[in-house]
């Protein structure tokens, strides 16, 4: 049985009138009891940004700026989480030294050459997170001394990337800045400093 639907009132635009931008309209201010949830970038609702490990480094540094973001997820061939790349892995020390080991200049340098591969994200589980708050959340920045935590979802058995965590969207949204020193991860880290 079809129901008989009446159409919405409509009216004019006024002269001066502003575009919803969704970056800004979702920064309301947390604290750190809130849930984690919502300092949390959820891929089910906002899309990530991505960039082909193929392209140069300076392709990612543009659409960072594009974008207004400080990490894109580099992909594969066939779509998939190669790696990720930040605006701390372009303004390092990394493209300095690829620079002078291979001879190249730095608009010949890849997204794959200086991203940190999947094998080397450490990623934290949504059934955690659920039930996290956003003190547990800067805490691990801290305590990992990175600016992002990737957050992933188990569903029919597979693991997908749900959402991201932002040391800058946590400074903007808790009003404090959100210091994450960077600190060696692991013995290969410490190694690769230390030869350097």
Do not use: W
Not at 99 to 114: Q, T
Not at 116 to 145: F, N, S
């Amino acid at each position: 049985m079809l129901r008989n639907y009446q159409a919405l009132p409509a009216s004019r635009l006024h002269a001066t009138i502003e575009i919803v931008d969704p970056a800004l309209s979702q920064v309301t201010a947390v604290g750190m009891d809130d849930p984690a949830t919502e300092v949390m970038t959820d891929f089910q609702r906002v899309r990530p940004i991505t960039i082909s490990y193929h392209a140069t480094m300076e392709c990612a540094q543009r659409l960072m700026a594009d974008h207004s973001v400080h990490l894109l997820f580099a992909t594969n061939e066939r779509g998939c989480l190669a790696g990720i790349i930040t605006s701390t892995d372009i303004d390092g020390e990394k493209p300095v030294r690829l620079v002078h080991e291979r001879g190249i200049r730095r608009s010949e340098i890849l997204v794959s050459d200086i991203m940190t591969p999947v094998g080397r994200i450490e990623v934290l589980d949504m059934d955690d997170v659920r039930c996290a708050r956003v003190g547990h959340v800067v805490a691990t920045l801290k305590a990992v001394g990175r600016q992002h935590a990737m957050i992933v979802d188990y569903r029919n058995g597979a693991m997908k990337v749900r959402g991201l965590f932002s040391a800058s969207q946590l400074t903007r949204r808790l009003g404090t800045p959100v210091e994450t020193p960077q600190v060696a991860r692991n013995f290969a880290e410490v190694e690769e400093m230390l030869a350097h």
